[in-house]
């Protein structure tokens, strides 16, 4: 069964910087794509950044360029967003996602609330 676990979330100021985690199982980690998505209160849930099984190919989303960065562990089976110069327009739900099987699947969350 294919369970993916997010946390690291929490209240940061502006201007702060927080590392999530997503621990997965139940797949061959490194054959599959990851992601991060955020979602915020009555709008889409929104892609966020993208890398593939052997980590060397990476798309970040315009509104986080410069300041996330996603990164894997194969080894560890673990997904990673390094969030820096944290805005108040980055409060959202985040999730880690990926594609196998024929479907998605998704982790439970964690909130990430950036504030003063």
């Known amino acids: 069964e294919v369970q993916l676990v997010e946390s690291g979330g929490g209240l940061v100021q502006p201007g702060g910087s927080l590392r999530l985690s997503c621990a997965a199982s139940g797949f061959t980690f490194s054959n599959y794509a990851m992601s991060w998505y955020r979602q915020t209160p009555g709008k889409e849930r929104e892609l966020v950044a993208v890398i593939g099984g052997a980590g060397t190919t990476r798309n970040l989303a315009d509104s986080v360029k410069g300041r996330f960065t996603i990164s894997r562990d194969n080894a560890k089976n673990t997904l990673y967003l390094q969030m820096n110069s944290l805005k108040p327009e980055d409060t959202a739900v985040y999730y880690c996602?990926?594609?196998?099987?024929?479907?998605?699947?998704w982790g439970q969350g964690t909130q990430v609330t950036v504030s003063s």
């Open positions: 996602n990926t594609r196998a099987y024929g479907r998605d699947y």
